[in-house]
């Protein structure tokens, strides 16, 4: 095992959407990846379980609305 939690520890999962950063892979992107990663670490640490990096303004409305509409499905199968 790589890791121990205690049994009282809460671990939370967080879902990371990411637009298009410049790498080794993708050397035309378009964000600095000092920056993006600076902007993952502060959204982690406000406790944002949802963090979405991207120049693309649509994704900031979608994804969020994507996230309710798949708990609702759950819970409406959940409950039968």
């Known amino acids: 095992m790589f ?27 378009l964000m600095n990846p000092n920056s993006v990663a600076v902007r993952i670490i502060k959204m982690a640490q406000s406790n944002s379980s949802l963090i979405i990096i991207t120049p693309n303004p649509i994704t900031y409305f979608l994804m969020p609305l994507t996230e309710i509409l798949r708990s609702l499905y759950f819970q409406l199968f959940k409950s039968k």
């Open 3 to 29: 890791f121990k939690i205690k049994d009282n520890s809460k671990l939370k999962i967080r879902k990371i959407i990411l637009g298009p950063f410049k790498s080794k892979l993708n050397p035309i992107g």
